[in-house]
């Protein structure tokens, strides 16, 4: 018996098999939950439908999710086909490639507002788009970085944006926390993922943050996958609002350990 046996769930933000969020459809998948998928665009269609039918989903919905029209279309599909959902997974997110080098006070106006409407502003309107047909007990999870926290090099706008995710995190986890509705976020060490490969110097700092973590391993997305089940899960049943790190323990270091063993 699965620990997500019977529960439906809408992940949002599958790309192709290295996305954040196909690890996590797995593990979904794997404890029993009911799967819906949405994906960015046509481009994407030939790589997201073979995955979906891997997990037997048969809700496979495309959402660019700067638009609210097509959120909330998703939303009413989601209902159609689901009635409730138990859990909704957003893996969003976008700079333009200008604002992720460089100095960070050359952010245009423009760019920090893409940033901010796709990686963030998106965990919102989906948040109240699906409201109406959140089961009590219901959990909603995005993905975030600690270049929120502190300073990652070339990371720039999109540390803003996260910084901005995980406070809206906190503030939708008190709106729902009331009709027992849970939000939070998971923060993942780095990823050789789609979105993280078209990043100048993501190879170094691929490696360095191996060799600065306490565990001395990268994380990958079943990593993912695995803290997703359990924030979705009754046994998460009094977190919310929290930025759950996946990280190998990264965040807590100070200083550089040189000791291998
Ligand atoms: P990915 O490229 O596989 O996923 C990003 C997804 O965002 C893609 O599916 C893309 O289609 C989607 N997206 C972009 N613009 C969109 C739009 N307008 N409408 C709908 N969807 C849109 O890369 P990933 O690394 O799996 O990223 C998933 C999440 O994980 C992101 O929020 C990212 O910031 C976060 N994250 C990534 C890493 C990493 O190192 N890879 C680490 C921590 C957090
Ligand atoms: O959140 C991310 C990825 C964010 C991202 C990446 C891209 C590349 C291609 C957002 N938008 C775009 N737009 C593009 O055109 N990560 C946590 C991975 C990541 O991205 C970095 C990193 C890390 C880690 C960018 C600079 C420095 C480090």
Same mark, same amino acid.
């Given at each position: 018996?699965?620990?997500?046996?019977?529960?439906?769930?809408?992940?949002?933000?599958?790309?192709?098999?290295?996305?954040?969020?196909?690890?996590?459809?797995?593990?979904?998948?794997?404890?029993?939950?009911?799967?819906?998928?949405?994906?960015?665009?046509?481009?994407?269609?030939?790589?997201?439908?073979?995955?979906?039918?891997?997990?037997?989903?048969?809700?496979?919905?495309?959402?660019?999710?700067?638009?609210?029209?097509?959120?909330?279309?998703?939303?009413?599909?989601?209902?159609?086909?689901?009635?409730?959902?138990?859990?909704?997974?957003?893996?969003?997110?976008?700079?333009?490639?200008?604002?992720?080098?460089?100095?960070?006070?050359?952010?245009?106006?423009?760019?920090?507002?893409?940033?901010?409407?796709?990686?963030?502003?998106?965990?919102?309107?989906?948040?109240?788009?699906?409201?109406?047909?959140?089961?009590?007990?219901?959990?909603?999870?995005?993905? %975030?970085?600690?270049?929120?926290?502190? /300073?990652?090099?070339? $990371? =720039?706008? +999109? &540390? #803003?944006?996260?910084?901005?995710? @995980?406070?809206?995190?906190?503030?939708?986890?008190?709106?729902?926390?009331?009709?027992?509705?849970?939000?939070?976020?998971?923060?993942?060490?780095?990823?050789?993922?789609?979105?993280?490969?078209?990043?100048?110097?993501?190879?170094?700092?691929?490696?360095?943050?191996?060799?600065?973590?306490?565990?001395?391993?990268?994380?990958?997305?079943?990593?993912?996958?695995?803290?997703?089940?359990?924030?979705?899960?009754?046994?998460?049943?009094? %977190?919310?609002?929290?930025?759950?790190? /996946?990280?190998?323990? $990264? =965040?807590? +270091? &100070? #200083?550089?350990?040189?000791?291998? @063993?």
């Amino acid at each position: 018996m699965g620990l997500l046996e019977g529960k439906n769930a809408i992940v949002f933000g599958l790309a192709n098999d290295k996305s954040i969020a196909w690890g996590i459809t797995q593990a979904l998948h794997r404890e029993g939950a009911n799967i819906g998928i949405s994906y960015a665009g046509d481009m994407l269609e030939k790589r997201v439908k073979p995955l979906a039918a891997q997990v037997g989903a048969d809700f496979v919905e495309q959402c660019n999710v700067d638009s609210d029209e097509q959120i909330a279309a998703v939303a009413e599909k989601a209902k159609a086909h689901f009635g409730e959902i138990d859990i909704l997974v957003h893996s969003i997110g976008f700079a333009n490639k200008d604002e992720l080098q460089g100095y960070f006070y050359n952010t245009s106006r423009a760019g920090f507002h893409l940033a901010m409407d796709i990686s963030v502003y998106s965990f919102v309107g989906l948040a109240r788009a699906f409201e109406p047909i959140l089961r009590r007990g219901a959990s909603l999870l995005t993905l %975030t970085y600690y270049g929120s926290v502190k /300073v990652a090099p070339n $990371y =720039n706008m +999109m &540390g #803003v944006a996260k910084a901005a995710l @995980e406070a809206s995190t906190r503030y939708l986890a008190a709106d729902f926390g009331p009709r027992g509705v849970r939000v939070n976020a998971i923060s993942a060490g780095p990823i050789r993922t789609l979105a993280a490969m078209g990043v100048s110097g993501f190879r170094d700092m691929y490696k360095n943050y191996a060799d600065m973590a306490p565990m001395r391993e990268n994380v990958t997305i079943e990593d993912c996958g695995n803290a997703a089940v359990f924030l979705s899960s009754d046994w998460a049943a009094h %977190t919310t609002g929290e930025v759950f790190y /996946v990280d190998s323990g $990264y =965040n807590i +270091m &100070g #200083v550089m350990d040189p000791r291998k @063993e």
